[in-house]
């Protein structure tokens, strides 16, 4: 009962975890380049269990929280007409300069500031391959699938995109940045496409994050229920044993 209770309890937390993630995702499905947080579960406990009742196997099952991880599925690509709009085809992320370090993105809204920088709409400058800033002259930039900028017929720099080993490599910082984990590294990127003057779109739409945002919510009803039974079980055996002492 010991372990059925405690199934229970850390399962209702784990899917007080996971609402978190959900609500994120749901209140980010019109951000561009969103990538979906993932939760993944483990074995509340492990070992052979054996003599177990059909509820201590059911809440065993739900198991806690073990994480979360990105979701690198591709999200939808719309046009938009603006030359500084970009969009990843395939993996793949933007890098940029943040205050706190280089970031990685997936948000290919950009801009071009007074001095010619190629930015993010929150200031943060586009990084090429070698990390550096990419400053483009006056004109209308053509940027190429590969990342390559041309303006007025002359090469003026390329966007790098980089990617990682896997989905548990990067971790969300904010909104739209994510953060190598641990010692993960960065390589550049292959198998992408850049698409000018689109955008893509979160890869979380608002029917799948709401109907997720429900499913974990039952589950939390049923660990509820399920504490609920425990509790009132151990105390009904507390009073009966009790007065035997």
């Known amino acids: 009962m010991e372990s059925g209770y405690y199934a229970a309890l850390t399962g209702l937390l784990a899917r007080s975890q996971a609402l978190d993630s959900v609500a994120s995702n749901l209140a980010n499905a019109g951000t561009a380049g969103f990538r979906a947080q993932q939760d993944y579960f483990r074995d509340v406990l492990a070992g052979p269990r054996v003599n177990d009742s059909q509820l201590d196997q059911t809440v065993d099952n739900y198991g806690v929280l073990g994480g979360t991880m990105l979701d690198l599925a591709q999200?939808?690509?719309?046009?938009?007409?603006?030359?500084?709009?970009?969009?990843?085809?395939?993996?793949?992320?933007?890098?940029?300069?943040?205050?706190?370090?280089?970031?990685?993105?997936?948000?290919?809204?950009?801009?071009?500031?007074?001095?010619?920088?190629?930015?993010?709409?929150?200031?943060?400058?586009?990084?090429?391959?070698?990390?550096?800033?990419?400053?483009?002259?006056?004109?209308?930039?053509?940027?190429?699938?590969?990342?390559?900028?041309?303006?007025?017929?002359?090469?003026?720099?390329?966007?790098?995109?980089?990617?990682?080993?896997g989905a548990r490599d990067l971790e969300a910082e904010g909104v739209g940045l994510y953060r190598p984990v641990g010692k993960a590294k960065p390589a550049l990127a292959t198998g992408f496409t850049l698409r000018q003057g689109a955008l893509e779109g979160s890869n979380q739409d608002v029917i799948h994050g709401t109907m997720d945002l429900i499913f974990v919510q039952r589950q939390a009803q049923m660990m509820e229920k399920a504490l609920s039974i425990f509790y009132n079980d151990f105390n009904k055996t507390a009073t009966q044993d009790l007065p035997k002492v």
């Open 75 to 165: 999200g939808p690509i719309q046009a938009t007409g603006n030359p500084l709009d970009l969009a990843i085809q395939g993996g793949g992320f933007f890098a940029v300069q943040t205050p706190n370090g280089v970031r990685f993105t997936r948000d290919g809204r950009l801009v071009r500031s007074i001095k010619g920088v190629l930015m993010t709409g929150d200031g943060d400058p586009v990084l090429n391959a070698k990390g550096k800033p990419i400053v483009l002259p006056t004109g209308q930039p053509v940027i190429g699938e590969d990342g390559s900028i041309s303006v007025n017929g002359a090469i003026a720099g390329k966007i790098a995109v980089f990617q990682f080993a």
